[in-house]
C-alpha cells in the first residue's frame, strides 16, 4: 500500500470511528464506476455545478448551443449573418474564459 493511500484509510478510519462517514449521499449505494474514471478537471466541474456556481465559459457555450439551434429556423440571410456574428464572439469570449481559467489553475 503506497504512503498516501495509507494516509487516507487512516483518516477514514478515524472519521468513521467518529460517526462522521454516517448519513452521506449515496450512503449504502455502489460507486458510480463512470464517476472513478473522471478527470480532475471534471470532478472539478461538477463539484461547483452541484454548489451552484457554473464558470462563465460554460453558460456562454450554452447560449451559443441556443443561438446554433435557432440559426436553423432564421431564413432572413441578414438576420442569419447578425446571429452568425454574435455565436463567434461568444465563442471567442468562451474561449479567452477557459484560457484564463486554465492559467490560474496552473499558478
Known amino acids: 500500500m503506497h504512503w498516501f493511500e495509507r494516509i487516507a ?3 477514514m478510519d478515524e472519521a468513521a ?3 462522521e462517514l454516517q448519513g ?20 472539478l466541474h461538477r463539484m461547483m455545478s452541484d454548489g451552484g456556481f457554473v464558470p ?4 456562454i457555450r450554452k447560449d451559443i448551443e441556443a443561438k446554433r439551434a ?7 440571410p441578414g438576420e442569419r449573418t447578425r446571429l452568425q ?3 463567434a464572439i461568444q465563442e471567442l ?3 479567452i474564459a477557459t484560457d484564463a481559467r486554465r492559467a ?4
Open 56 to 59: 462563465e465559459e460554460f453558460r
Open 85 to 87: 456574428r454574435q455565436i
Open 9 to 11: 484509510q487512516r483518516r
Open 93 to 95: 469570449r468562451a474561449n
Open 24 to 43: 452521506l449521499a449515496g450512503e449504502g449505494k455502489p460507486l458510480d464506476r463512470a464517476r472513478l474514471r473522471e478527470r480532475a478537471e471534471d470532478v
Open 17 to 19: 470511528a467518529k460517526g
Open 70 to 76: 435557432a440559426l436553423d429556423q432564421i431564413e432572413d
Open 104 to 107: 490560474a489553475a496552473r499558478d
